[in-house]
């Protein structure tokens, strides 16, 4: 069982720079996550449908009904591109996005998809009469404890975790919403998330769809601690599995600037242990709460943080990314999916004991 509280307080502390008040993307003022898990355990239903380890995520990077005519500059980064980001060939032309983020399994893209489009309308009526939209739905492979044949969320579930992205409040980690049947380092991972106060008081924060790696290349904290890791019963087929990291910040960027902050996402993996493998897909998107403007006005904007002044917020993402992987894992519980496919949950002693051996810790060892 995993000790209580969060890897954090049992004195893993990653980097040099404080975490905003909850450690999440949601201390960035505006964002808010929500999650819909779907659990089921009746096999003998046809197709595949009776066992489900999914669910969708939604990343609300302000009020659901104003997005469409304030929209939030945006910009997008793919390390690897074995995934799928839809909305992101509009992110990279016009910089910004009008829609929630929305997380899913692969082969839910298009029900999520369907379902953003009418959380969008229900939203702002002048959707489909004034312009179109297109919702930024991404994903990672569940497939390997989630049986994937039949798509097992609903359309529905993308209103339904946006409701709660809407509500706010605390945003729970580990096996929910999309990461319910995700795998990383060849133990439980999912949904991770953490946040930064950068140098000058900008926040900066990080929620990622952890699914991808090796337990060979895992390090925490800079150390390689996979290797010494008890090894999981069974794991992924292949290190391949994807990664898609959500960063958000209050600090005012334009869209080529969210880019290549978008892109320190990568740096943040590779300090876990990421090498991004041939078929996984590491896709990040950046968004900032402090820039937004009416869509037919833009000059509204306030001024731009640019040049050497984005060395801060860098630092922030690459530290709050290596942290949500931690976290991703730390929060996740052991996993028993289709056809009795078990995804062991981190072994948070022998991780603690290894990180004290090489003075890692900052506090009391469990």
Known sequence: MAPAGSAREHGILIGRLEPGPANSIAD?????????TIVRDEPNLPAGRGVARTGVTAIAPGAPESLWREPVPAGVAV???AGEMTGALQVMELGYIETPIYLTSTM?????????????????????IEHVVIPVVAECDDSWLNDPRVVQVEADDAGRALELAAAGGEVPEGAVGAGAGMVTFGYKGGIGTASRVAEGGALVGVLLLSNFGSR?????????????????ATGPRAPAGSCIVVVATDAPLAAADLTRLARRAGLGLARSGSVA????????LAFSTGARAPRDDPGARAPLVSGDGLDPLF???????EEAVLNSLWRAQR?????????????????????????RLDGPAA
């Open 216 to 232: 060979e290349d895992m390090r925490v904290d800079g150390v390689p601690v996979g290797p010494l890791l008890p090894g999981p």
């Open 108 to 128: 839910a893209v298009g029900r999520i998809y369907d379902g953003a489009i009418s959380a969008a309308v229900a939203a702002e009526p002048a959707i489909g």
């Open 335 to 359: 996993t028993v999916g289709r056809e009795g496919i078990v995804a062991e949950a981190l072994p948070h002693d022998a991780l603690l004991a290894l990180l004290s051996e090489n003075g």
């Open 315 to 321: 630092s922030a993402a690459v530290e709050a990314t």
């Open 28 to 36: 960035v003022p505006g964002v808010g996550v929500g999650h819909v």
């Open 79 to 81: 390390l690897n591109g």
């Open 277 to 284: 493998h041939n078929g996984s897909g590491e896709i990040f």
